[in-house]
């Protein structure tokens, strides 16, 4: 594979012709794809098909892929699991790997991302979920990347917290000048926060879905329905009363 890196102040992502197997099986086939400055992206897809592999690819933890891809210099990851190291105090975390940053500049962050300073001092194992991805939000922030690349990171939260968490992340991109792709496997999420929705199956481009409604957007509003019913069909799910607009 051959990567590209392009200036902070163009932070767009280009993928041309992008290829990945595993053993016989060819995950991502051939794939090409452009995300703006500044540009949200979701991307669903049935279990299999990519999602997480792509987005390795662009964080640069996968380089056995064939093809072009160009990203930005500045990257950070936020993963489902908040991966925060236990023997390490919150604002140790937050600043991981990064010289000469210091407490003060991760409690500013904390604030940021709806937490007040004092939890820098706290150790990881007494926060909850919700707080836990909150303190990875701030870990990848602090960081200032020109692409944030979110793998499911609200999947494994109860239903309140991941609106709460949606929110957060909703008004982070607004503040933040940064490219976002968001994998998920929650239809309305992606309807949510997205500017753009995208549809892998069976390594390839499905559907390509711009989404032009201002935020906030409203859950009821006949345009996110009509959205949902949308993507949902180009997953190959029937939807059926109030069934949750997931995809496994």
Do not use: C, Y
Not at 53 to 73: C, F, H, K, W
Not at 95 to 112: D, P, W
Not at 187 to 216: K, M, N
């Amino acid at each position: 594979m051959s990567e590209v890196m392009i200036a902070g102040r163009e932070a767009a992502v280009r993928v041309s012709g992008l290829t990945r197997s595993f053993g016989a099986k060819t995950v991502i086939a051939g794939l090409d794809l452009e995300i703006r400055r500044g540009e949200f992206l979701a991307l669903l897809g049935p279990s299999g098909t990519g999602k997480s592999t792509l987005l390795r690819i662009l964080a640069g933890l996968d380089s056995a892929a064939t093809g072009t891809v160009a990203v930005p210099r500045q990257r950070a990851v936020m993963f489902q699991d908040p991966r925060l190291l236990p023997w390490r105090r919150v604002w140790q975390n937050i600043v991981l790997g990064l010289a000469g940053v210091g407490r003060s500049v991760a409690e500013t962050m904390l604030e940021e991302v709806g937490l007040p300073p004092s939890f820098a001092g706290r150790w990881p194992a007494t926060l909850s979920g919700g707080e836990a991805q909150r303190v990875a939000l701030a870990r990848a922030l602090i960081r200032e990347p020109d692409l944030l690349l979110l793998d499911e990171p609200f999947g494994a939260l109860d239903a309140l917290t991941r609106i709460r968490m949606q929110d957060l992340l909703r008004e982070v991109h607004r503040k933040h000048d940064a490219a976002v792709l968001l994998v998920t496997h929650d239809v309305e999420e992606a309807i949510l926060l997205a500017d753009r929705v995208i549809v892998l199956s069976d390594g390839a481009l499905r559907a390509d879905v711009r989404i032009d409604q201002p935020r906030p957007r409203s859950r009821a509003s006949a345009t996110v329905v009509q959205l949902r019913q949308r993507l949902l069909a180009e997953l190959g799910v029937l939807e059926t009363g109030d069934r949750d607009a997931s995809v496994a």
